[in-house]
C-alpha cells in the first residue's frame, strides 16, 4: 500500500480494494485501487478510503443542477443547440467543446408554441443542467434567473437593453421578443 503524502501519478497502484474504497482521484480496477490524477495520496482510516488531491489544474465538470453560461449556435424549430462556454461560478472553463441543448418544452415553466421567440442564434443564456449525462448535455432555461443575459439587435448588431417582455436595440429601437433572464446584463459573460 501507498503512504499517505506521497506523490503519485495517474496510474499508479496506491492500494486493494479489500482494505479501502476508491475515493475523490482514483479507480478501481481488477481489485486494486489506483490513481486517476497526479498529486499526493489521502489515507481516511475512518472511512477506509484512498483518495489523491490534485497538484495539477483539473477542469471542471459539468454536474446536474448546475448553472452554465452558454452561446446558441443553432435554432431548429424544437431544439436550440448551445456552446457551453462556463459553469457559473466556476473560475476556469470547460475543456474543449461541450455542448447542450435547449428543447422547447424546457425553455419556460409554461407552454412555448415558438422557440424562435424566446431565443435566437448569438444569444448568451444561462441555463440549468438537468442531464449531464447526455450528449448533447441537456439544459433548461424555466426560471427567473435562467434565460438570456445578453443579445445584439437582427437589424444592426448593436447591443439590446431589457424592454418589457423582450427587448430594445440602443441604436435602432427595434424590439424583439426573448425569454430575458432577471439577471440580464448583470451577470457574468
Given at each position: 500500500m501507498t503512504e499517505e503524502g506521497k506523490f503519485v501519478t495517474p496510474g499508479e497502484s496506491l492500494g486493494i480494494s479489500e482494505e479501502f474504497m476508491p475515493g475523490y482521484g482514483t479507480y478501481e480496477e481488477d481489485g486494486s485501487i489506483f490513481a486517476a490524477v497526479s498529486g499526493t495520496v489521502k489515507i481516511d482510516m475512518r472511512d477506509r478510503s484512498l483518495s489523491v488531491a490534485p497538484k495539477v489544474s483539473v477542469p471542471p465538470e459539468i454536474h446536474d443542477?448546475?448553472?452554465?453560461?452558454?452561446?446558441?449556435?443553432?435554432?431548429?424549430?424544437?431544439?436550440?443547440?448551445?456552446?457551453?462556454?462556463?459553469?457559473?461560478?466556476?473560475?476556469r472553463g470547460l475543456p474543449g467543446n461541450v455542448r447542450?441543448?435547449?428543447?422547447?418544452?424546457?425553455?419556460?415553466?409554461?407552454?412555448?408554441?415558438?422557440?424562435?421567440k424566446e431565443f435566437t442564434i448569438g444569444d448568451v443564456i444561462a441555463a440549468r443542467v438537468v442531464d449531464a449525462g447526455r450528449e448533447p448535455v441537456e439544459l433548461t432555461t424555466a426560471g427567473r434567473d435562467l434565460g438570456v443575459v445578453k443579445a445584439f439587435c437582427s437589424r444592426c448588431g448593436a447591443s439590446l437593453e431589457p424592454f418589457k417582455r423582450g427587448l430594445r436595440c440602443v441604436e435602432c429601437r427595434n424590439v424583439e421578443p426573448r425569454n430575458v433572464s432577471d439577471i440580464y446584463g448583470k451577470g457574468e459573460v
Open positions: 443542477g448546475d448553472i452554465i453560461i452558454g452561446k446558441i449556435w443553432e435554432m431548429k424549430s424544437q431544439l436550440a443547440l448551445v456552446d457551453i462556454l462556463k459553469i457559473k461560478g466556476v473560475e447542450g441543448a435547449l428543447h422547447i418544452s424546457k425553455a419556460r415553466a409554461g407552454y412555448v408554441s415558438d422557440l424562435s
